[in-house]
């Protein structure tokens, strides 16, 4: 190896290398590259009471944040995500809202994966033995060496080849008939089988052969001659058959003289054909044996994991004995993946319909924000159709609720009754972000899903999808969640979401066909609950086919499905209660002791008799009568007054009443306010004091009885009554300016002319003008139209220095803003509405790091020759952003907006005269601004009439029958557009293949290390404590170790607001080996905890934990951290000199050309008591050993 010196006297800088949230080149669903603007999206999670009163407020106060290009909110876990249009943005937003009081908190958006094992499967099939399943016929009898069945080390596919395999089949011949043993032992083919002589059982040998017993004890026997009997009383030569699949799904049977069973049409068996054709073709029948049921579902043999295969399956057939799902009220299984193949013929009958979408029509018929919605959503790619296009999600469905008894393909463990709802988050490379799985889990909770699986994860810990799982916990939704594939310890690294501290989590390790625990399965003693098959499971892909996948994402299903099947048996049953029948209803395995927390392996059966067993909620019998609401907050969806709930006719079982929202497909929501205590009373109320924001699914009240072993469901059917939303929302602001152009109709009587006015001032609450006559009386008259709002809002700065932002309007009519000479750390907002100009007048910052972005395109530097210069934009919302970081400053900057006119021009063609003049009054819907009415009088212009003058502006277009919209004839064309000048420092950034601006500066680091921060971030001791790890190059860990270096890597933390008050402890630092060195290069691992002060609250903890994601995902805040840990750790030109000499030294003495490894290995003593001879400057303390690295 070539050895080299990385810090020779040069200043010593770091810098972050990211794959996480801010990194513009992470692969999405699309090929790899530079993703959408949108992709970059910080999670924003608020309190409750934020959630109840602001929400409306806080999404349109995140909308004008620089840089923001949608804000959504997601009320059903409390939280909003925001796509941005760079990495840049979204790391200032999180910056911004870490200054926020506790009832924020902003995380950027992580990654996480698919759990399957198909690569490794794949690795390990390579390096099978050749041939060892293909040479086990009972491998070949069930089809098990088609595509993932090869045996490895451990047995994890193996599950085929186990000597332990019995099970109970028939025969049936290509001519329809079965094989039939009689009590002598003669063997003959029968038209309909029976179970004392028509069922074989199968036991797989040593030798890789098989051999079939019959109901009698005996098995059969095959001679030289061809003779086949039932007479066997030991397994030995003659009674040993070879098992061979053929093409076609059937198998053939051999002896082990080499020849075939045969059955001919005479009814006559024999062993004596050389050549397996058809009469030589047989059907394996599955047989369920006694308190079984089995379906006519003609892959089920290939389900280890639910037949008696061996003995460690689940007993799935023993509990279909008890309960199929067929009848009863179904349950909604929300699928969190790639999606599900929703046209599959083993899924389609099981797939959830959204019954207030029509599909194909286009149009989002329920108004939930999605278009044709029907079978779920795809939030991957932002829109109504989860199609997998992947295969993981189909597979992990087929398993859960495959069609059973259908005579196609498998079954899912709940056999029918479950309504598979498909919520794809995770791309065609399955790979997903963070906040489409929070969007995921807020559609489920939405539409009413009992169960969400999940067979994702393997990102470190994130606040925000904790939060999210927690709001599904309140709504009863239990959350499935795979341990992971890394055969890791989750107590020790955890893996989220399994590792989420929530009590609707079941984390499910997986297990083989052998009940070992499968080798890349994770395991936890406190942190994962219970095992499921999970090594080679069968079941359905895209496309209509099937496949065998092994992962611990294959073993979540199983207790998906087997969590629904209890739950439809019992419908009454809490999700809590459910959770306790899986996890107490295990088979315990020594193989599992002491690796999870239960020690043992899912089991149907007994999970199905514990369930009888439970004593299901007893809500009360008796309802309220009545509900009544009225909403009078005149926000926009914003509900505030008073709700009365009419008491039940008899309160003698009821404790309480409570109110909550239901969607429009009659799902259960959040409640409304504290439950009503039931004191006899003939009317309770419930004021919903300040504004109470709903979800957005959210489409009436209804109000249910309860008491402390059960309440009413809160459902649009039944006895409970309801009551539908009606928002009272109004505008909150009118038009203005209101002037009429004159008669033109010279006739007595009648008029003719158009009517002009400004829009509101903002029209974020307008959707329409209403144009009304004025009677002579003052009285409102009849309507003459309507003029929709266009979304318009006169310039306006938001954001802390706009107190220091000059604003006036120019006498061109335009609006200028001007910042002088600036501050650092400044951060406004200036939002206008197009179409417009900006002509930047003046402009002279610090380049790269102080900008003003004026939509996509970014404006740095000192453009002195340049200016001025005008920047279009089109029709719609503008942000113009300002930002300044904390070192050097400008002289500021001036720019002008001139954007589009308020005017707008109704039209009124020749009418009769009604009455005094018009009235026009901003709405939002059917809701009027009545206390702000714009009034202008009329004149008839006949003549002998006085006559109105005409206006000053009279616009020329128009727009429909009555409006239109001009450019009001009052602003002045700025300068003419000159380009930016090329020379000089100044550039203009237009966002469009460019190098990011925000990057570290490249031409200052000379040579430098690299910090690798790592994407994982864990909690442990109840949340409090936040474990992370980055990783060094070129920092030997004997430096690092050292007491300087380490105190120096601790206050490096202190660069970060958020960090410098938190404990922080060094748990170890080693060396990496090289899946994690770059170039060869040695480096220090350093693995960090982070605690906040004492007695700080979990949403303190929940910060470092973002700020640490933060620092993972790259930006200023990782700078900030480089920076002052490369200037810690920078060597002196004292120290430079001492490299330098001892390493003209080494040349020298052992020459130039050998590799420096060599000079290093023989003189590594030299050098280093080089650098240690050399006297330190006062006041500074060499690092011990020069850093080097091998490459």
Same mark, same amino acid.
Request: aromatic share 8%; charged share 20%.
């Given at each position: 190896?070539?050895?080299?010196?990385?810090?020779?006297?040069?200043?010593?800088?770091?810098?972050?290398?990211?794959?996480?949230?801010?990194?513009?080149?992470?692969?999405?669903?699309?090929?790899?590259g530079?993703?959408?603007?949108?992709?970059?999206?910080?999670?924003?999670?608020?309190?409750?009471?934020?959630?109840?009163?602001?929400?409306?407020?806080?999404?349109?106060?995140?909308?004008?944040?620089?840089?923001?290009?949608?804000?959504?909110?997601?009320?059903?876990?409390?939280?909003?995500?925001?796509?941005?249009?760079?990495?840049?943005?979204?790391?200032?937003?999180?910056?911004?809202?870490?200054?926020?009081?506790?009832?924020?908190?902003?995380?950027?958006?992580?990654?996480?994966?698919?759990?399957?094992?198909?690569?490794?499967?794949?690795?390990?099939?390579?390096?099978?033995?050749?041939?060892?399943?293909?040479?086990?016929?009972?491998?070949?009898?069930?089809?098990?060496?088609v595509?993932?069945?090869?045996?490895?080390?451990?047995?994890?596919?193996?599950?085929?080849?186990?000597?332990?395999?019995?099970?109970?089949?028939?025969?049936?011949?290509?001519?329809?008939?079965?094989?039939?043993?009689?009590?002598?032992?003669?063997?003959?083919?029968?038209?309909?089988?029976?179970?004392?002589?028509?069922?074989?059982?199968?036991?797989?040998?040593?030798?890789?052969?098989?051999?079939?017993?019959?109901?009698?004890?005996?098995?059969?026997?095959?001679?030289?001659?061809?003779?086949?009997?039932?007479?066997?009383?030991?397994?030995?030569?003659?009674?040993?058959?070879?098992?061979?699949?053929?093409?076609?799904?059937?198998?053939?049977?051999?002896?082990?003289?080499?020849?075939?069973?045969?059955?001919?049409?005479?009814?006559?068996?024999?062993?004596?054909?050389?050549?397996?054709?058809?009469?030589?073709?047989?059907?394996?029948?599955?047989?369920?044996?006694?308190?079984?049921?089995?379906?006519?579902?003609?892959?089920?043999?290939?389900?280890?994991?639910?037949?008696?295969?061996?003995?460690?399956?689940?007993?799935?057939?023993?509990?279909?004995?008890?309960?199929?799902?067929?009848?009863?009220?179904?349950?909604?299984?929300?699928?969190?993946?790639?999606?599900?193949?929703?046209?599959?013929?083993?899924?389609?009958?099981?797939?959830?319909?959204?019954?207030?979408?029509?599909?194909?029509?286009?149009?989002?018929?329920?108004?939930?924000?999605?278009?044709?919605?029907?079978?779920?959503?795809?939030?991957?790619?932002?829109?109504?159709?989860?199609?997998?296009?992947?295969?993981?999600?189909?597979?992990?469905?087929?398993?859960?609720?495959?069609?059973?008894?259908?005579?196609?393909?498998?079954?899912?463990?709940?056999?029918?009754?479950?309504?598979?709802?498909?919520?794809?988050?995770?791309?065609?490379?399955?790979?997903?972000?963070?906040s489409?799985?929070?969007?995921?889990?807020?559609?489920?909770?939405?539409?009413?899903?009992?169960?969400?699986?999940n067979?994702?994860?393997?990102?470190?810990?994130?606040?925000?999808?904790?939060?999210?799982?927690?709001?599904?916990?309140?709504a009863?939704?239990?959350?499935?969640?795979?341990?992971?594939?890394?055969?890791?310890?989750?107590?020790?690294?955890?893996?989220?979401?399994?590792?989420?501290?929530?009590?609707n989590?079941?984390?499910?390790?997986?297990?083989?066909?052998?009940g070992?625990?499968?080798?890349?399965?994770?395991?936890?003693?406190?942190?994962?609950?219970?095992?499921?098959?999970?090594?080679?499971?069968?079941?359905?892909?895209?496309?209509?086919?099937?496949?065998?996948?092994?992962?611990?994402?294959?073993?979540?299903?199983?207790?998906?499905?087997?969590?629904?099947?209890?739950?439809?048996?019992?419908?009454?049953?809490?999700?809590?209660?459910?959770?306790?029948?899986?996890?107490?209803?295990?088979?315990?395995?020594?193989?599992?002791?002491?690796?999870?927390?239960?020690?043992?392996?899912?089991?149907?059966?007994?999970?199905?008799?514990?369930?009888?067993?439970?004593?299901?909620?007893?809500?009360?019998?008796?309802?309220?009568?009545?509900?009544?609401?009225?909403d009078?907050?005149?926000?926009?969806?914003?509900?505030?007054?008073?709700?009365?709930?009419?008491?039940?006719?008899?309160?003698?079982?009821?404790?309480?009443?409570?109110?909550?929202?239901?969607?429009?497909?009659g799902?259960?929501?959040?409640?409304?306010?504290?439950?009503?205590?039931?004191?006899?009373?003939?009317e309770?109320?419930?004021?919903?004091?300040?504004?109470?924001?709903?979800?957005?699914?959210?489409?009436?009240l209804?109000?249910?009885?309860?008491?402390?072993?059960?309440?009413?469901?809160?459902?649009?059917?039944?006895?409970?009554?309801?009551?539908?939303?009606?928002?009272?929302?109004?505008?909150?602001?009118?038009?203005?300016?209101?002037?009429?152009?004159?008669?033109?109709?010279?006739?007595?009587?009648?008029?003719?002319?158009?009517?002009?006015?400004?829009?509101?001032?903002?029209?974020?609450?307008?959707t329409?003008?209403?144009?009304?006559?004025?009677?002579?009386?003052?009285?409102?008259?009849?309507?003459?139209?309507?003029?929709?709002?266009?979304?318009?809002?006169?310039?306006?700065c938001?954001?802390?220095?706009c107190?220091?932002?000059n604003?006036?309007?120019?006498?061109?009519?335009?609006?200028r803003f001007?910042?002088?000479?600036?501050?650092?750390?400044?951060?406004?907002?200036?939002?206008?509405?197009?179409?417009?100009?900006?002509?930047?007048?003046?402009?002279?910052?610090?380049?790269?790091?102080?900008?003003?972005?004026?939509?996509?395109?970014?404006?740095?530097?000192?453009?002195?020759?340049?200016?001025?210069?005008?920047?279009?934009?089109?029709?719609?919302?503008?942000?113009?952003?300002?930002?300044?970081?904390?070192?050097?400053?400008?002289?500021?900057?001036?720019?002008?907006?001139?954007?589009?006119?308020?005017?707008?021009?109704?039209?009124?063609?020749?009418?009769?005269?009604?009455?005094?003049?018009?009235?026009?009054?901003?709405?939002?819907?059917?809701?009027?601004?009545?206390?702000?009415?714009a009034?202008?009088?009329?004149?008839?212009?006949?003549?002998?009439?006085?006559?109105?003058?005409?206006?000053?502006?009279?616009?020329?277009?128009?727009?429909?029958?009555?409006?239109?919209?001009?450019?009001?004839?009052?602003?002045?064309?700025?300068?003419?557009?000159?380009?930016?000048?090329?020379?000089?420092?100044?550039?203009?950034?237009?966002?469009?293949?460019?190098?990011?601006?925000?990057?570290?500066?490249g031409?200052?680091?000379?040579?430098?290390?690299?910090?690798?921060?790592?994407?994982?971030?864990?909690?442990?001791?109840?949340?409090?404590?936040v474990?992370?790890?980055?990783?060094?190059?070129?920092?030997a860990?004997?430096? *690092?170790?050292? !007491? @300087?270096?380490? /105190?120096? &890597?601790?206050? +490096?933390? #202190?660069?970060?607001?958020?960090?410098?008050? =938190? $404990?922080?402890?060094?748990?170890?630092?080693?060396?990496?080996?090289?899946s994690?060195?770059?170039?060869?290069?040695?480096?220090?691992?350093?693995?960090?905890?982070?605690?906040?002060?004492?007695?700080?609250?979990?949403?303190?903890?929940?910060?470092?934990?973002?700020?640490?994601?933060?620092?993972?995902?790259?930006?200023?805040?990782?700078?900030?951290?480089?920076?002052?840990?490369?200037?810690?750790? *920078?060597?002196? !030109? @004292?120290?430079? /000199?001492? &490299?330098?000499? +001892?390493? #003209?030294?080494?040349?020298?003495?052992?020459? =130039? $050309?050998?590799?420096?490894?060599a000079?290093?290995?023989?003189?590594?003593?030299?050098?280093?008591?080089?650098?240690?001879?050399?006297?330190?400057?006062?006041?500074?303390?060499?690092?011990?050993?020069v850093?080097?690295?091998?490459?």
């Amino acid at each position: 190896m070539i050895a080299r010196i990385i810090a020779c006297g040069a200043s010593f800088a770091f810098f972050i290398v990211s794959c996480a949230a801010f990194d513009t080149n992470r692969a999405g669903s699309g090929s790899a590259g530079t993703l959408p603007h949108s992709l970059h999206r910080v999670i924003v999670r608020y309190d409750k009471a934020s959630v109840d009163h602001s929400l409306p407020e806080q999404i349109a106060l995140l909308q004008v944040e620089p840089g923001v290009l949608k804000a959504q909110a997601l009320p059903h876990v409390g939280m909003a995500v925001v796509s941005l249009d760079s990495s840049a943005a979204a790391e200032q937003l999180v910056r911004k809202l870490e200054q926020h009081a506790s009832s924020v908190l902003a995380v950027p958006d992580t990654w996480v994966t698919a759990f399957d094992f198909g690569a490794r499967t794949a690795q390990q099939r390579r390096a099978s033995p050749p041939g060892a399943c293909s040479a086990n016929p009972a491998c070949r009898m069930r089809g098990l060496i088609v595509g993932d069945c090869c045996p490895v080390a451990d047995g994890t596919m193996l599950s085929c080849c186990s000597s332990r395999v019995q099970d109970l089949l028939m025969l049936r011949s290509i001519h329809g008939t079965f094989i039939s043993a009689g009590e002598s032992g003669t063997l003959s083919q029968v038209s309909a089988p029976a179970a004392s002589s028509s069922v074989f059982e199968i036991s797989a040998n040593d030798d890789g052969t098989v051999s079939l017993r019959s109901q009698s004890g005996r098995y059969l026997m095959a001679d030289e001659r061809g003779d086949i009997h039932a007479t066997g009383e030991q397994i030995g030569n003659t009674t040993k058959f070879s098992i061979t699949r053929n093409t076609d799904g059937t198998v053939s049977v051999s002896s082990s003289f080499g020849l075939y069973l045969t059955a001919d049409k005479s009814g006559a068996l024999a062993v004596n054909r050389a050549q397996a054709l058809g009469w030589e073709q047989f059907t394996i029948v599955d047989k369920a044996a006694p308190g079984q049921r089995v379906g006519n579902d003609p892959e089920m043999s290939r389900l280890w994991a639910m037949q008696d295969y061996g003995g460690f399956d689940i007993d799935v057939p023993e509990a279909w004995n008890i309960w199929t799902g067929e009848v009863g009220k179904g349950i909604t299984v929300a699928v969190i993946d790639t999606g599900i193949d929703y046209t599959h013929e083993d899924l389609r009958e099981q797939m959830w319909v959204n019954p207030l979408e029509i599909p194909g029509n286009g149009i989002d018929d329920d108004q939930n924000g999605i278009v044709d919605d029907i079978h779920g959503a795809d939030f991957a790619n932002q829109d109504g159709d989860p199609m997998d296009d992947m295969m993981h999600g189909t597979h992990c469905a087929g398993t859960i609720a495959g069609v059973g008894n259908n005579r196609q393909g498998v079954t899912g463990v709940a056999w029918r009754g479950v309504r598979l709802m498909a919520l794809k988050f995770l791309d065609s490379k399955g790979a997903g972000r963070i906040s489409d799985a929070i969007q995921a889990i807020d559609y489920a909770v939405a539409q009413g899903a009992k169960i969400a699986s999940n067979s994702w994860g393997g990102g470190g810990s994130n606040p925000a999808l904790r939060m999210a799982i927690e709001h599904a916990e309140a709504a009863g939704m239990l959350f499935t969640a795979a341990a992971g594939n890394e055969a890791n310890d989750n107590d020790l690294t955890p893996s989220y979401p399994a590792n989420v501290d929530c009590a609707n989590v079941i984390s499910v390790a997986s297990t083989t066909w052998l009940g070992a625990l499968s080798t890349f399965s994770n395991t936890g003693m406190n942190t994962v609950h219970v095992a499921a098959p999970g090594s080679d499971i069968y079941s359905t892909v895209p496309g209509g086919g099937y496949r065998r996948l092994s992962g611990t994402s294959m073993a979540a299903p199983h207790v998906t499905g087997m969590a629904a099947l209890v739950w439809m048996y019992r419908p009454q049953l809490s999700m809590h209660q459910v959770k306790d029948i899986v996890l107490g209803s295990v088979r315990k395995l020594s193989s599992l002791e002491g690796k999870i927390s239960t020690g043992g392996l899912i089991n149907a059966k007994n999970a199905l008799e514990a369930a009888w067993a439970f004593a299901p909620p007893q809500p009360p019998a008796h309802a309220p009568l009545a509900l009544a609401f009225e909403d009078v907050d005149p926000n926009i969806a914003v509900y505030g007054g008073t709700v009365t709930v009419t008491a039940a006719a008899d309160e003698s079982d009821i404790e309480y009443y409570r109110i909550y929202f239901v969607s429009g497909a009659g799902f259960q929501l959040q409640g409304l306010g504290e439950p009503i205590p039931a004191t006899g009373a003939s009317e309770y109320t419930l004021k919903v004091n300040g504004s109470f924001v709903p979800s957005t699914y959210a489409r009436y009240l209804v109000a249910v009885s309860g008491r402390a072993i059960g309440e009413l469901p809160a459902q649009l059917q039944g006895s409970a009554p309801r009551v539908a939303l009606k928002d009272y929302g109004r505008p909150i602001s009118g038009a203005r300016a209101l002037r009429w152009t004159g008669d033109a109709d010279r006739r007595l009587g009648f008029i003719q002319g158009s009517l002009v006015f400004d829009r509101a001032l903002n029209e974020a609450s307008v959707t329409n003008y209403n144009v009304y006559w004025r009677m002579a009386d003052g009285s409102r008259g009849p309507m003459l139209g309507s003029i929709d709002g266009a979304g318009f809002r006169e310039p306006a700065c938001t954001g802390r220095t706009c107190p220091f932002i000059n604003g006036s309007r120019t006498a061109a009519g335009g609006f200028r803003f001007e910042r002088g000479a600036y501050a650092e750390s400044e951060e406004a907002t200036i939002s206008t509405f197009g179409p417009g100009r900006v002509n930047v007048l003046r402009f002279d910052t610090e380049e790269v790091y102080d900008s003003l972005k004026i939509g996509s395109d970014e404006v740095s530097g000192n453009l002195s020759g340049s200016v001025p210069f005008v920047k279009e934009f089109p029709e719609g919302a503008l942000n113009i952003a300002w930002r300044s970081d904390e070192s050097l400053q400008g002289g500021g900057w001036s720019i002008e907006i001139f954007d589009a006119s308020p005017s707008v021009e109704f039209k009124i063609n020749a009418t009769a005269l009604l009455g005094s003049g018009f009235e026009v009054v901003a709405a939002y819907g059917q809701n009027e601004l009545l206390s702000h009415v714009a009034f202008v009088r009329v004149t008839d212009n006949a003549p002998g009439h006085a006559s109105e003058p005409m206006a000053a502006v009279v616009p020329t277009t128009g727009r429909g029958l009555a409006a239109s919209s001009s450019n009001g004839g009052g602003a002045a064309e700025p300068a003419k557009a000159t380009a930016p000048s090329k020379q000089g420092k100044g550039r203009w950034h237009t966002g469009q293949g460019e190098s990011e601006p925000w990057l570290p500066r490249g031409e200052t680091t000379g040579n430098y290390g690299r910090v690798h921060w790592s994407e994982s971030v864990f909690r442990r001791e109840g949340g409090s404590v936040v474990r992370s790890s980055f990783v060094v190059q070129g920092l030997a860990p004997e430096v *690092a170790s050292q !007491p @300087a270096t380490r /105190a120096e &890597l601790v206050r +490096a933390f #202190a660069t970060s607001q958020t960090l410098k008050d =938190a $404990s922080v402890r060094l748990v170890s630092i080693a060396a990496v080996g090289d899946s994690e060195a770059v170039e060869g290069s040695v480096a220090a691992k350093i693995v960090f905890e982070l605690e906040g002060p004492s007695g700080a609250s979990t949403a303190a903890s929940d910060r470092v934990e973002s700020a640490l994601i933060s620092l993972a995902a790259g930006g200023r805040a990782t700078s900030r951290f480089d920076a002052a840990l490369g200037a810690a750790l *920078a060597p002196s !030109p @004292a120290d430079g /000199a001492a &490299l330098a000499s +001892a390493s #003209a030294a080494l040349s020298c003495r052992f020459g =130039a $050309s050998q590799p420096l490894s060599a000079m290093m290995l023989a003189a590594e003593a030299e050098l280093l008591a080089a650098t240690q001879a050399t006297p330190a400057p006062e006041g500074r303390k060499l690092r011990g050993a020069v850093p080097y690295v091998y490459a």
